[in-house]
């Protein structure tokens, strides 16, 4: 049996008496998709920020496949294959979409900082990222400035620059956050068209695309996991209801 894309064992992280990750315990397998859910509060950007190196955990294991990560930079989990996106885009709005991740396709290969070639040196990595534009539905935008691009647009340009590392497993933090619904609908269509050797974790608080598009929910309530199952049973269980569903939907 394979191991877990990515899998933790009794993560922990407190700030002084706030305990806001707690035995966290969970393994993503190969070509998943998982979303995280809970309410506000429940710990869920600390846990990405804990798998993603940007907080260091007090106690426990963070595993890439075989590989222990849990003491390694940012930096070094990108280039191991652990990539994610943020609830607040970080683009470039000078450059437009293929110029943007064509660079991040050049900075992959470590050729980014080589300025003094020309333009045609790089075909390869503009071929590579006109690919990736295409299959997320931006091709017609490839030259079109990022700042003029709709909200919906610049977030799919987020996961192309994920993408353009070659991610073995990719974090989404809320992708569809201050999204208009019709394009939530189409990011995360192509979220879900992603390709099956990618294992996907994404947050999200809107139930319908959860249930749509997640084959398995982790549920967050203070600082841990209080379960885990399939969208059936996510929704069926009443401690989910109680704390997180019902207050939504009353």
């Not at 590579?128 to 079109?144: K, N, T």
């Amino acid at each position: 049996m394979s191991a877990p894309a990515l899998s933790t064992r009794g993560l922990d992280k407190r700030f002084g008496s706030l305990v806001v990750a707690r035995d966290i315990e969970f393994s993503l397998p190969q070509g998943a998709r998982y979303a995280l859910i809970g309410p506000n509060g429940a710990g869920k950007t600390t846990l990405i920020n804990l798998m993603t190196g940007m907080l260091r955990p007090d106690a426990g294991h963070i595993l890439l496949g075989d590989d222990e990560i849990t003491r390694l930079a940012p930096d070094q989990r990108v280039r191991r294959g652990l990539v994610r996106t943020f609830q607040i885009n970080t683009l470039f709005p000078h450059l437009n979409p293929l110029e943007a991740v064509t660079l991040a396709v050049c900075e992959r290969q470590g050729i980014a900082r080589t300025w003094w070639r020309p333009i045609t040196s790089y075909g390869a990595a503009v071929d590579e990222a006109y690919a990736i534009l295409g299959s997320l539905m931006l091709s017609a935008d490839c030259y079109r400035p990022t700042r003029e691009l709709p909200y919906g647009r610049q977030r799919l340009l987020e996961i192309a620059l994920a993408l353009a590392t070659r991610p073995k497993v990719l974090l989404l933090d809320e992708p569809a956050a201050g999204v208009p619904r019709d394009e939530s609908r189409e990011l995360f269509e192509v979220i879900a068209g992603l390709p099956g050797d990618i294992t996907v974790l994404f947050i999200e608080h809107d139930m319908n695309f959860v249930f749509r598009f997640a084959s398995r929910i982790i549920v967050m309530v203070g600082g841990g996991i209080l379960l885990e199952g399939t969208p059936h049973e996510v929704a069926a269980d009443p401690r989910v209801r109680e704390v997180y569903l019902g207050a939504r939907h009353g």
